[in-house]
């Protein structure tokens, strides 16, 4: 595992680590159809995660905890924060299993956010991925239903200013985003202002994809040198249920 260490930001809650590294690699996920509770959110990771819209942390078969952001119902929009913020001018590295699943096709996806408007930040549902109109954002999309600016209904994106319908990069993900766990990596160089986005299956000996390769200034397009990361994800007419586990932020390796 790596460094559970913020750039010049002290320990990220251990709270928030044992909580989404609750759930195990692999086939550990419940199947489609079992029983998820919704765990109230107590004071074993209330202080670590600002939950809003329709994000909320759920048990499956009991023991294994994921923060959910659509539950599967339509038109909805979920985002999720680390309480503890980050320093975005020096390097960090984050990591996450993501199962975005139920639905044929599942919409909308998720998105992997730095902003400076808040905990409390929440945008639109459908294509609007959760983000829409966090204008103090840069995000990076992982996409799974192709509304009309999007090049397909399997790709990655790097956006910039809150809107959806624009985006800075793009990339074809070389593995299927939904029905399917996998794991993302988005590495940060503050030196470089350099986001690197790498994504693999969720199977024992995958190896990882650099897909994204971006030059981005986080700090002065989130406006805030000390800035808040997490997830949104959203659904509109089509519906998924969009789950992340695992998650870490850290400092990079050498």
Do not use: C
Request: hydrophobic share 40%; net charge neutral.
């Amino acid at each position: 595992m790596r460094s559970s260490r913020l750039a010049r930001g002290g320990l990220l809650a251990s709270a928030l680590l044992s909580m989404l590294a609750a759930v195990h690699a692999g086939g550990a996920r419940a199947a489609d159809g079992d029983a998820r509770t919704i765990e109230p959110i107590s004071a074993g990771y209330a202080d670590s995660l600002a939950l809003n819209g329709t994000a909320a942390v759920t048990s499956e078969r009991g023991d294994k905890r994921v923060l959910e952001l659509t539950n599967g119902s339509f038109k909805q929009a979920g985002s999720a924060w680390s309480t503890n913020r980050i320093d975005l001018t020096e390097p960090f590295e984050t990591s996450f299993k993501a199962y975005l699943h139920h639905g044929t096709p599942g919409a909308d996806g998720i998105a992997f956010l730095a902003q400076g408007a808040g905990p409390r930040a929440l945008g639109g549902w459908g294509g609007g991925l959760g983000y829409r109109g966090i204008s103090r954002s840069v995000a990076v999309e992982f996409d799974t239903y192709q509304n009309t600016p999007d090049p397909s209904s399997n790709h990655l994106a790097v956006v910039l200013g809150g809107n959806p319908d624009r985006h800075t990069a793009t990339a074809e993900s070389s593995i299927p985003l939904f029905g399917k766990p996998f794991q993302a990596r988005l590495r940060y160089d503050a030196a470089a202002q350099n986001l690197k986005v790498y994504v693999r299956p969720v199977s024992k000996g995958s190896t990882e994809q650099l897909l994204l390769d971006q030059n981005v200034d986080l700090a002065a397009r989130t406006g805030a040198t000390s800035g808040w990361v997490g997830f949104t994800a959203s659904t509109g007419d089509v519906t998924a249920r969009q789950d992340i586990y695992d998650w870490t932020v850290g400092t990079p390796q050498a």
